[in-house]
């Protein structure tokens, strides 16, 4: 019996140890980790880096709260800037605060240049900003907003990759689009970059707010730094989590300066949002993706990957669908029972992660190895032909 609330569907498999991108289980099992945490382990497990700058920094000091300076989150979103459109940033802990903070964000600077009337946030049928009120009530999805009413207003929906369906849906009370550059849990879809270069269009023709979640596909897991780099398009709001500490609770809102004026003192904050040690952390990720050649060597992975994941496909038609994703977001739609085929993968020492419309995901570490990639396909291919 588990003390623990039973929110969660846990596998029964605890770890005691990792190390890269295996994982060694409390019964003594080696598995290869390519769920990563759910996109949030960019350097896979026990990374010496990320191990020398927390050891290092909780020797000096952990938590002061964002009443003082903080030096290490100067750095920090210097580093963010100087690599985006960005060129403000707040902290926060999370993807989902992340999210709240950007609605906050657009909603206030109407309000500060006296618009207050736009308000209402223009987001995908069945999405997935996470799960706190607003976020689950912006996914438009009814199996995440079941029993959680009353309903948190201020949100519209438009139908996926339907460039018509969000410009019927565009109002005077409209204030933003918000939507995942590349959707993850909503089952790896990615947006064409020319619906990015659309939305954008009609963003400013409109002179509303462009919020891109990069929550799960930014921080190199796209190949690029951020996925909408692709489409050569410029958000104005980005809010960012996962992959940034790298298995450390972090959450961020980049912004840029024109949208930032509107977050004077008092309007938004957290207690430990950007504390020391968070951004000792994030200081790290940063200067390791971005060291010489670390993205391009995700996007040779990618197309590796993609490429014999192609091959599986066309061998096994009756259990591969559709190979989706784009860096290493990966995605196979299984034309199978979905929770067994991950069982089956599980059995066999590799693991991965549901997303929706019967896909499995496909998250490797960023710094995974080819041989990795290679066991994994060694083992996709073995549970293929079992079916
Ligand atoms: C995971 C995720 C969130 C929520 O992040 P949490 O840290 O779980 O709050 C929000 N948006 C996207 C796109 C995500 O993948």
Redesign the pocket.
């Known amino acids: 019996m588990s003390f623990l609330a039973s929110n969660y569907n846990r596998r029964k498999i605890g770890f005691k140890r990792g190390k890269g991108s295996f994982l060694f289980s409390t019964d003594n099992k080696k598995y290869l980790d390519f769920l990563s945490g759910?996109a949030v382990n960019t350097l896979g497990h026990s990374n010496p880096s990320l191990i020398k700058a927390l050891n290092s920094q909780a020797k000096k000091v952990w938590h002061v709260s964002n009443s003082f300076q903080i030096p290490e989150g100067e750095i920090l979103a210097k580093k963010l800037a100087k690599k985006t459109f960005a060129d403000k940033v707040i902290f926060v802990n999370?993807?989902?605060?992340a999210?709240e903070a950007a609605i906050k964000i657009a909603r206030r600077y109407f309000y500060s240049i006296g618009k207050p009337y736009k308000n209402r946030i223009l987001c995908i049928k069945n999405s997935?900003?996470?799960?706190t009120l607003a976020?689950i009530f912006a996914s438009g999805s009814k199996k995440m907003t079941e029993g959680f009413g009353p309903k948190v207003s201020g949100f519209d929906h438009f139908k996926y990759a339907d460039i018509k369906s969000l410009k019927s849906k565009i109002s005077k009370k409209t204030a933003a689009v918000f939507f995942?550059t590349a959707m993850?849990?909503s089952g790896i879809k990615v947006h064409s970059n020319k619906f990015l270069r659309d939305v954008r269009k009609i963003c400013n023709e409109k002179k509303i707010l462009l919020i891109l979640?990069e929550?799960?596909c930014g921080i190199g897991r796209s190949g690029k730094f951020f996925a909408y780099e692709y489409a050569n398009v410029k958000p104005d709001i980005v809010p960012i989590?996962?992959g940034i500490g790298g298995g450390f609770p972090i959450?961020a809102v980049l912004m840029t300066k024109k949208v930032s004026k509107c977050m004077t003192p008092g309007t938004h904050g957290s207690t430990y949002g950007g504390n020391p040690l968070a951004m000792a952390i994030g200081n790290t990720i940063m200067d390791q993706v971005f060291k010489r050649g670390f993205l391009k060597n995700v996007r040779k992975n990618s197309k590796y990957f993609i490429d014999q994941l192609n091959l599986t496909k066309k061998k096994y038609p009756n259990v591969i669908e559709e190979v989706r994703g784009i860096g290493l977001l990966l995605g196979l739609k299984t034309k199978v029972e979905l929770g067994t085929f991950i069982n089956k993968l599980t059995k066999n020492k590799l693991l991965t992660i549901r997303a929706a419309e019967n896909v499995v995901r496909i998250l490797p570490p960023l710094n995974v190895k080819k041989k990795e990639i290679d066991l994994a396909l060694k083992i996709i291919n073995k549970v293929c032909s079992e079916y």
């Open positions: 759910i999370s993807g989902a605060e999210n997935f900003h996470g799960r976020n995942e993850g849990e979640d929550v799960q989590a996962k959450g």
